[in-house]
Every structure is written in C-alpha cells, then in structure tokens.
C-alpha cells in the first residue's frame, strides 16, 4: 500500500534510510525509556491482529451507539446556536485523506465566518484566529464540532480513534519532507489519537513531525489497551478544553 500512495503523491526518493527515534509514553501513560529506530516503511504496520482486524470496528461501532443519543441532542443545539448567532451553512465540510489515500469529506460543525479560506487558500488555523466566531471558540474549546464525524465512523470512512486525517494539500507536503509520513494512511483515520491527547495543535513543521511519531507508535502498538487510554485522556482534554485553536 505505502508504495502505491508514494506513486500517487510523487514520491520519487523512499525514506527507509532515514530512521526515526522516539521515546514515547507506554500504554498507560508512565514515561518509558522505549527507543525504536526505523530502517524500513513497514516496521510501523500496524499488528494483524484480532482486534485490529473485527474487534476495533465492534468495538468502537458500540461505543458510538451508545454516544449517538446524547450527540444528537447536542449537535441539534449547537446547530441552532450556529443558525442564530452566524450567517451561513451551519455545518462544514472539508477534504481529506483517509485509509489508503483515499479522499472523503470530513464533517464538521461550522465554527469559522463563510469561506474563511477564500483569501488565503488551505492554511492552519493560529490562536487568536479571528476567522473564527465567538461561539466557534467555545465549540472548538469543548470538541462539540467535531461530534458530527460520529456518523462518520458509523459509515466507516473514520475510525474514533487512529490518527487525525489531513487535507491533501498538507499530506502531499509532508510525505515529502517526513519520513514513513504515508504510514499513517494505513489505518482509518481517527475522531482522536494518541497524538491528540498527547501534544497540542499543530503550528510548525515541527510539530507535524513530533505527532507523527506519536502516530507511528499507535499505529505499531495499537490494542485495546491503548484505545481505552486515549478515550479516557480524550475525555480529560474535553473537560479541561486544552488544545483548542
């Protein structure tokens, strides 16, 4: 697979000879003295396991089940709020890049002014960024826009949890410059991630690649072990709203 999207994103040199070292965090969240150094692509394949093959989608399928009543409720509201206090659509849909390179259209609840890019073309969102409306803040705050990718993951274009999708502008810039980068479209993308939960939003370069290795990890170790922590650190981060742009 990762030949076939390094094809379809012009990559034309493999990065295998570059490797990368990472110390990340254990599956239950104590520093670990781990340091895995890569010489090729699939060292970080995801395992094939049981779970990673059926109990992954039950499991998760479940959960989402059990969320939707309570995500209905709220994004109703937030929808009305949305129609009231700001002209335009009240739900947003953008581009990405999901398992396999494969494009879909990620669903958001509309937390910025009507056609915010228009000016600037595909770029981060910054602290402080004045594109974003007032309630916007407070959606983005408490991660109650992002609740529409739930039915997302029902349909089975996410999952609720792997590695956040990016838009195929900034994939094809990063899987240029960052090794094993394309890996991360081996997996389903994710509503969170071990990256989510574990760093802030991204503003650099840097911090690009600095998730990316925390995405290669799960990627490598994903389990249910490690699902179940990062939904319990994801709903730490709603509560305390950190990380929000």
């Not at 700001?86 to 002014?113: A, D, N, W």
């Not at 502008?169 to 980068?181: H, I, K, M, T």
């Not at 990062?230 to 730490?236: N, S, V, Y």
């Amino acid at each position: 697979m990762v030949t076939e999207l390094q094809q379809e994103y012009g990559i034309t040199a493999h990065h295998a000879e570059r490797s990368l070292d990472y110390a990340p965090a254990n599956d239950m969240g104590d520093a670990a003295a781990e340091n895995e150094a890569v010489v090729a692509e699939g060292s970080y394949q995801a395992p094939a396991s049981m779970y990673n093959r059926y109990g992954k989608r039950i499991v998760e399928a479940a959960i989402v089940v059990l969320l939707l009543p309570v995500a209905v409720v709220l994004i109703a509201a937030c929808a009305l709020l949305i129609k009231i206090l700001s002209p335009g659509p009240v739900f947003y849909r953008q581009e990405r890049v999901g398992q396999g390179g494969r494009s879909f259209g990620l669903l958001k609840l509309r937390t910025m002014i009507p056609d915010a890019e228009t000016a600037t073309g595909p770029v981060w969102a910054a602290e402080d960024d004045c594109r974003v409306t007032g309630l916007g803040r407070l959606l983005r705050r408490t991660r109650l826009d992002e609740l529409p990718q739930l039915f997302q993951v029902i349909a089975g274009e996410m999952a609720l949890i792997g590695p956040r999708p990016e838009r195929p502008q900034f994939v094809r810039q990063f899987a240029q410059d960052l090794p094993f980068y394309l890996t991360r479209l081996s997996v389903r993308p994710g509503i969170t991630g071990w990256a989510q939960v574990n760093l802030h939003y991204d503003g650099c370069s840097g911090d690009v690649s600095e998730k990316l290795r925390h995405d290669l990890h799960y990627i490598r170790h994903l389990s249910l072990g490690l699902d179940l922590e990062i939904l319990r650190r994801t709903l730490t981060v709603v509560i305390r709203g950190s990380g929000a742009r």
